[in-house]
C-alpha cells in the first residue's frame, strides 16, 4: 500500500498492511521543526523515512492573522529597548492605540517573561478590534498537495478557541483567571470560537487537506487546570470542530500532552478521529490499554517518549516499541513519538534510535 492508501483505510477503519509509522515529519517545511529534508544530520533517516514511513503533511493556516482576525492594521513588530538599563529584544503587536509587548525582563531575582497580556481587560481591548476574515490563498497548499502525492495524507493545523488566549497570556495568569475571571475568559474564547470556525469552514469547503490537526485542547486539562475546566474550556468548543471537520467527510487528530487519564471522558464526548499522543508514566498517566478501555476503537497515536529517543540504545527501543504495538493490539494504532523533530542536530545514538524505531514498527506492525 501506499502511505495514503493506508492512512486513509485506517481512518475508514477498514484493512491495513501494516500499522502506519509517523514520525511527526511533515513533507514540506514547517516552521516550528526542522528543515528535515535538507539538514545534513538528518541525511542518513531519509532512505528510511521514504521507505517505510507515513506522512501527514503538516500546514499552519495560509494566512497571517493575530487572533484569528485579519485586519491589515494590526501590526507585529520586533525591537530593541532598554529595560532596567539592558538592551532587550522585544516583541509588540500594536492596534492604534493599543499596544502589547512581550519580552524577558532581567531583574535582581533573575530573568522574568512577560507577555502581551497581563490584565483580563484588555481581552476586551483585543475583542474590539474591527473583525475582518483573514482570507486564506490556498495556492501554495494546492501545489505542495500535488507535490506530496501518495507520500501521505494533507494536513492543516488551524488551532482552536483556546489557543490565541494561550498564546498571548502566560501559563500562571491562564490558570488562575479560570478561578478569578472565568465568564471573561469564555466571553473572548466564544468569539475566537466563531472566527476559528470560520476558517475551518474556509479550508474545509476548498477540501484543502485530508486530516485537521486540532492543537490547544492540552492548555485545559491537568495539571495546568483541574479536570472538571475540560469541558467547559475545551469540549465546549472541540466537539464543534470535530464535527464540522467529519460533516465534509475529513478527519481531525487531537493533540494532547498531559494528564489523560483525567479527561478521557471528555476527549470521547469530543469524538476525534484520532488522539495523538498517549503518554505513560512516569512522563504522562494514562496507558495506551487505559485510554482504549474509554476511546474504545478510536485511532491512537503514540507513544515513545522523544527523549528515549536521545537516551535510549537501539535494543531498548525495540523492546519499547514491541510492548507499545502489542498493547495497542485489538485496535487502531498509529505508531509515533511524543515530539520531534525540532531538533538542529542529531546524535549518532539517535539516529540509530530512529532507525530501530522504524524497523521495529515495521517488524511488529505487520498484519498477521
Known sequence: MTSRERLLRLFANQETDRTPIWLLYPYHRLGCYTDVYNNPYYKPLLPYIEKYCDTFDRRGYPAAHFCFNGNQDIKQETMTENINGVPTEVRRIKYGNLCMRKFVETTAAGKIIRHYVDDPVQLKDIAAIPYIFPLPDFTKIETEKQELGDKGLTMLDLGDALTPLYQIVS?????????????????????????????????????????????????????????????????????????????????????????????????????????????????????????????????????????????????????????????????????????????????????????????????YGKKK
Open 171 to 363: 501559563a500562571e495568569n491562564f490558570a488562575i483567571w479560570s478561578l478569578t475571571d472565568y465568564d471573561a475568559m469564555l466571553e473572548f474564547t466564544d468569539l475566537m470560537y466563531k472566527r476559528c470556525m470560520a476558517m475551518y469552514k474556509a479550508c474545509l469547503e476548498k477540501n484543502a487537506a485530508d486530516v485537521y490537526f486540532i492543537v490547544g485542547t492540552e492548555f485545559a486539562g491537568p495539571p495546568l487546570l483541574p479536570p472538571a475546566k475540560f469541558s467547559g474550556l475545551c469540549v465546549r468548543y472541540v466537539k464543534g470542530i470535530a464535527d464540522l471537520i467529519r460533516s465534509y467527510g475529513k478527519y481531525s487528530i487531537v493533540h494532547y500532552h498531559g494528564n489523560l487519564y483525567h479527561v478521557l471522558d471528555g476527549m470521547k464526548e469530543i469524538n476525534p478521529d484520532g488522539l495523538h499522543t498517549i503518554e505513560a508514566p512516569p512522563v504522562g498517566n494514562c496507558t495506551i490499554t487505559q485510554a482504549r478501555e474509554v476511546l474504545e476503537n478510536m485511532i491512537l497515536i503514540g507513544n515513545i517518549q522523544y527523549d528515549d529517543l536521545r537516551s535510549q540504545t537501539p535494543e531498548g527501543m525495540d523492546v519499547m516499541v514491541k510492548a507499545a504495538m502489542e498493547e495497542a493490539q485489538g485496535g487502531r494504532f498509529i505508531l509515533s513519538p511524543t515530539a520531534g523533530p525540532y531538533e538542529e542536530t542529531l546524535t549518532d545514538r539517535q539516529i540509530k534510535n530512529y532507525i530501530a524505531f522504524i524497523e521495529a514498527g515495521i517488524k
